[in-house]
């Protein structure tokens, strides 16, 4: 994962980690289990979403026009790829911390929040500065951008929205109302809940925003939200004593129904998409 950012320091990191490992297994064997259950459960999606990026980058030149049936099947192929990219993690995670103590639940994995935040913020670093010709060009540019009201709100509605995301990470956040129904609803359907912010959310905006950017790059923002569905799937794993079965079959039901919502919401991108071209020329003309 350091490769993709910082690619000189790849070796350095990786010497590093050998060293820090070899102290941990001697002193603390337990905690370099978790530690680098944690690093993998980390890296796995961040690499899925940052190769999507950069395959959409490959594909729109900003010179050719994109059919919309091309555009779909490379959504479609592009979704399955990072998915799969990203549950790479999963063999590595169930390996570390495959122990009695975590299926009774004596220890669990650790770091859960650092997992849920670190590849939104990862993904948000490459989208916002690694797009342009260099790092520090996009970082200078970035700095010198006016700040108005309207960011100030903007950031103030997202570091509220970002507490929440934060909140319902543990098994004791509070649920929102009707959320509760819903859940029953799903488990009596399934069998097995699929996590609602994966097929609600994640899924169809990485779905809609992957098919947008095909022609608009400026929707590989949205990246940074839709990455919340790949480190979820991976997080799921991490519940050691939950049978790795139902953890599977949670997974692809989120990425299925992820799947139709997703459809659903290119449907209705490329009807927007319709109406823009035909009366934007009116609209804009002076």
Known sequence: MVSYFIAPLTLAVFVLGLIGSAGLYVLKPTLMEQALALFVAISAPTIAMVLAIRKVNEVNDGKTVIPNSKRLAH??????????????AVPFVIALLNNITYSLVLNQFR???????????????YV???QGESVWKELNRWLKTKITLLWILVIGILGVVGLYYLSRTGNAGSLLPGEAAFRSFLENTFGVRPRNKEFLLAHPLFLAGIFAAFR???????MVVAVMGQLSMVDTFAHIHTPAVLSLIRGLLGLGLGLIVGLIAIVIWHIIERCWDKWSPRLLKP
Do not use: C, E, N
């Open 75 to 88: 959504t479609i192929v592009l979704y399955v790829k990072t998915a799969v990219i990203s549950l790479s």
């Open 111 to 125: 770091g859960v929040s650092l997992l849920h935040l670190g590849p939104i913020l990862l993904i948000a670093l």
């Open 128 to 130: 916002f500065l690694y």
């Open 216 to 222: 608009y790059r400026w929707a590989l923002y949205v």
